[in-house]
């Protein structure tokens, strides 16, 4: 099993290699006046890095959330 997960992590570093490679050109992102020129490729990968601890977030505050209404002592 760790050999099929160390093959596909391989794959997509591959593919996420391949991906850089051909995707250096430059364009630009605005947003409330600002003005962001870079490669599509860092682009991409910020907006994942973005994206993965915003929802890293949203899943640590419903445990908290659930996890709190659950011990909470029910009132009569």
Not at 21 to 45: D, E, K
Not at 57 to 71: E, G, M, Y
Request: hydrophobic content about 60%.
């Amino acid at each position: 099993m760790r050999t099929i997960l160390g093959l596909f992590l391989l794959i997509f570093l591959g593919a996420v290699g391949i991906f850089a490679a051909q995707n250096t050109s430059y364009v630009q992102v605005r947003f409330l006046g600002w003005v962001v020129s870079s490669p599509l490729a860092l682009l991409v990968v910020v907006v994942y890095l973005l994206g993965m601890l915003s929802g890293w977030n949203v899943v640590a505050f419903l445990r908290r959330s659930l996890r709190s209404v659950a011990t909470a002592p029910r009132s009569r």
